[in-house]
């Protein structure tokens, strides 16, 4: 960890490129933080029929009102304000977004690496009890819930449900505890194949296209910006799991590992305190590309106009204009050069985190 | 060789069964079907002014002819109040949602369905009776769920009714309200029910006219999904291989252009425009060009939107040709952009890479030229890497196609996905599903190939 700040450090000092994307990303997030309390003359979704596709840079019209700045749209939004709020609404998605993506990542990528195969194994007893209270909790846990929501019935309706599930897992385990004192046969051990388990998820979700499989994940979903985070969460988590597990395969073969693993360290202690510290390095930059990635994305989508609501504020949405009229520039240039600065600050940061982590590993 | 082809496609079968399932199940798990939001729109235009009872009829006709009475899947495991009387499902949505709720509430399907079946012999007298002082009343017979509120209403309905008829109906209402409360058990919800519904569900039936290699229709336009996918699958086929066999000429031209000793100043310049045009998202890429050159107010070089227009007389073969490269260059330039700066990365590294290697070494020493120790030595060593990467972005220019074709408005596949995406028109979205894994398998299976011949060792670790 030290040294991932280090290295930050050191970058921050010796790279423009890098300070000045750094700099840059800071106060775009500032921004997106204190935007409300901005005195601005034009809010992102107010109407001004009487200048449409005004172009930018034009002096105002009418005396007792502001000018826009940057023109505005069909239907006479600001383009300069719709630009700010846009960036504060792909900012406040992207970023919580691309933490549990991460973190989703790392915990089954970085498990799918330690454990192997073999490596993780329970008891039959466990094992039996994890998939039976598994069907338990979809059903009294999961779906019950959302019909008795759907249906209407209740307060008391939904606490019962949540109550039997709480009670069938307990009767589960206890029956468990006891068959298990019984049967020897229960008290073996086997093997859970992580490694194989994860390997076919993420094979399995690259099968098709990553954008073909969010816009059909989101045609079975209302448009909404939670659904829309939860698809993006789901879907985006394997390249960073791929990353993690192979930088944890890197990491067990190296020799202060095994020296850890051989003065008997709990597997807690091996993860957390010896290849957790590693793995940040590459996490961070996985993190910082994805989340450039994810801002391209976001606005795809909105400009494709699917998973999200159409009252979104969004760069998407304002550069959709676009199609009323093609020669409205400045209705793609701000937006779409606002955007790929953006994207280009990330890449920036990753490319040089990338630079300086690969030749930490080198030596 | 043979038998390890025949092995992957014979694993690619599984793949590619479970991927349709997955799309069907959760397109048919969801409320609100295509039919009710057309055939019961009450507020359908000047000239849907069919009566209530023919929306009904029509409804339920379609329901029958698409087979969507009938359960989902082989088994289903539902609370045992929920109706799964596939003679409900002929029910309107609105009537469906009824029901399943006083059947939750009281915990007993049959009663609901009785006192459902009451209330609306009432409505059945009312039209023949008509009483406007009832009106609110049956609002709440309609609407509400608890049993002080509707019972209420019955009884007035009994008592304000005019009518010794409906006043019948409503006495008839009242008792089937009492059976339903007296027999009530709250939590009747809890208990599961698991029911076997044999062949005869929606998707057995599905499957099977899928092995048949019948799609179904598209909800759209109730054309069959086949001929949709064939009529878009053209255009994109060739707006795909045609972009990527330029982006790959392109892009090992430039390496080995950047490798040369001469190429420093070439390199200096290209890897930034590069970087930066890597991180132009490709629809805001597709739009400037599009503002900027084919737009009256700039340039106007290319023609805007589609494929040209229906001409007439029959075109000749170049004429066509010409027409369709009008219409496409300014799609493929987007595709090309927006995928050369990773291509050319990676191509650029292996090359790179193989330029440090022993041989190229000796072939120097030999005392080759530049140009043929690269094209001769290099290039045949970093073929593997490439031949990686060729099929590895394909999912990226996928995406591409998607963004490009909506944009520049191409009949392709990209721009069928998306239309079927945002009308829920889930055969049709089945389909592309199914031909876009189906590419992927087989550019995965190409690639093999291309393994084995350009690494003759290969081969032998896989026969």
Same mark, same amino acid.
Not at chain 2, 220 to 223: C, E, I, K, Y
């Given at each position: 960890m030290k040294q991932v700040w280090q290295n930050m450090v050191y970058l921050w000092r010796r790279k423009t490129a890098f300070r000045m994307a750094a700099c840059y990303l800071m106060l775009l997030l500032l921004l997106a933080l204190v935007l409300p309390l901005l005195p601005l003359p034009?809010?992102?979704?107010?109407?001004?029929y009487a200048h449409t596709f005004q172009p930018p840079f034009e002096p105002t019209t009418a005396p007792d009102k502001a000018r826009h700045l940057l023109g505005t749209d069909s239907v006479g939004r600001d383009v300069l304000s719709n630009i700010l709020y846009g960036a504060r609404t792909a900012l406040l998605i992207s970023v919580p977004v691309m933490l549990l993506a991460t973190l989703l990542g790392l915990i089954l990528g970085a498990g799918a690496g330690f454990?192997?195969?073999?490596?993780f194994t329970m008891r039959r007893s466990s094992f039996c009890v994890l998939v039976l209270g598994m069907v338990c909790f979809c059903y009294y846990g999961f779906y019950l819930p959302i019909q008795i929501t759907r249906v209407g019935l209740g307060a008391t309706a939904l606490a019962a449900s949540l109550l039997t599930c709480a009670l069938l897992l307990m009767l589960l385990s206890g029956f468990f505890v006891l068959l298990h004192k019984r049967v020897t046969s229960l008290r073996k051990r086997i093997a859970v194949p992580v490694d194989q388990m994860v390997l076919r998820l993420i094979e399995g979700l690259s099968t098709i296209p990553r954008l073909v499989l969010i816009l059909v994940l989101a045609s079975?979903?209302?448009?909404?910006v939670v659904l829309l985070s939860l698809i993006l969460v789901l879907t985006i988590w394997t390249s960073v799991a791929r990353l993690a597990r192979a930088e944890m395969l890197r990491i067990k073969q190296l020799p202060y590992f095994e020296a850890a693993k051989s003065i008997g360290l709990s597997t807690n202690q091996l993860l957390l305190r010896h290849a957790l510290p590693n793995l940040a390095g590459p996490v961070l930059v996985a993190f910082t590309f994805g989340l450039g990635g994810l801002l391209a994305l976001e606005s795809t989508l909105s400009f494709l106009n699917i998973?999200?609501?159409?009252t979104l504020v969004s760069w998407g949405r304002m550069i959709a204009n676009i199609r009323s009229d093609t020669s409205a520039w400045w209705m793609v240039v701000f937006p779409g050069g606002f955007l790929t600065f953006t994207v280009l600050a990330f890449y920036t940061c990753s490319h040089y985190l990338t630079q300086i982590f690969s030749k930490n590993t080198r030596g | 060789m043979l038998y390890y082809f025949l092995k992957r496609l014979l694993l690619a079968i599984p793949a590619l069964w479970l991927m349709a399932t997955a799309v069907f199940l959760l397109s048919r798990l969801l409320p609100g079907s295509f039919a009710t939001d057309r055939i019961?729109?009450?507020? /359908?235009?000047?000239?849907?002014?069919?009566?209530e009872s023919d929306r009904q009829a029509a409804y339920q006709s379609y329901i029958r002819r698409t087979g969507l009475?009938?359960?989902?899947?082989y088994f289903s495991l539902a609370?045992?109040?929920?109706?799964?009387?596939?003679?409900?499902?002929?029910?309107s949505e609105t009537k469906q949602a009824r029901l399943r709720k006083l059947a939750w509430h009281y915990g007993s399907e049959h009663n609901a369905e009785a006192y459902l079946s009451s209330t609306e012999l009432i409505d059945k007298q009312l039209q023949t009776y008509p009483d406007a002082s009832l009106k609110h009343h049956l609002q709440t017979l309609r609407a509400e769920v608890k049993y002080h509120p509707l019972q209420d209403a019955a009884r007035k309905v009994a008592v304000v009714a005019s009518h010794p008829q409906v006043k019948q109906a409503a006495k008839q209402v009242l008792e089937r309200l009492q059976t339903m409360q007296q027999e009530?058990?709250?939590? /009747?919800?809890?208990v599961p029910q698991v029911s076997w519904h044999g062949r005869q569900n929606q998707y057995h039936q599905w499957l099977m006219r899928l092995l048949q290699g019948d799609m179904g229709t598209s909800y759209?336009?109730?054309?069959p999904v086949l001929a949709l996918l064939t009529e878009a699958i053209g255009n994109t086929w060739w707006l795909l291989i045609c972009s990527m066999a330029i982006t790959l000429a392109l892009s090992l031209e430039l390496s080995i252009l950047m490798v040369k000793k001469k190429g420093r100043f070439l390199r200096k310049l290209l890897l930034p425009f590069l970087f930066i045009t890597d991180s132009i998202p490709v629809f805001v890429l597709a739009l400037l060009l599009l503002v900027l050159l084919a737009n009256p107010d700039f340039i106007q070089l290319f023609p805007v939107y589609g494929m040209g227009y229906y001409s007439p007389q029959r075109l000749s073969f170049w004429q066509q040709l010409s027409q369709w490269w009008q219409y496409m260059t300014l799609p493929m330039l987007c595709l090309v952009l927006s995928s050369l700066p990773y291509i050319t990365n990676q191509v650029y590294a292996s090359i790179h890479s193989a330029m440090q290697a022993d041989y190229t070494r000796t072939a120097r020493a030999k005392g080759l030229a530049e140009g043929a120790v690269i094209r001769r030595h290099i290039l045949r060593n970093s073929l593997l890497p490439i031949i990686t990467i060729a099929s590895d972005i394909l999912p990226a220019l996928v995406a591409g196609t998607l963004i490009i074709e909506t944009i520049f408005a191409v009949p392709g596949i990209g721009r069928l996905l998306i239309d079927s995406v945002l009308a829920r028109d889930y055969p049709v979205l089945i389909g592309i599903v199914l031909v876009i894994a189906a590419f992927r398998i087989i550019a995965f299976l190409l690639a093999d190939l291309g393994y084995a011949w350009a690494d003759p060792r290969i081969k032998q670790q896989l026969a």
């Open positions: 034009y809010g992102p979704d107010e109407l001004d454990y192997a195969d073999r490596g079975f979903l209302p448009p909404s998973g999200v609501p159409t | 019961l729109e009450n507020s /359908a235009g000047y000239y849907s002014k069919g009566a009475d009938q359960p989902l899947f609370p045992a109040t929920q109706p799964t009387d596939s003679l409900n499902r002929l029910y009530r058990a709250s939590f /009747a919800f809890l759209r336009s109730s054309r």
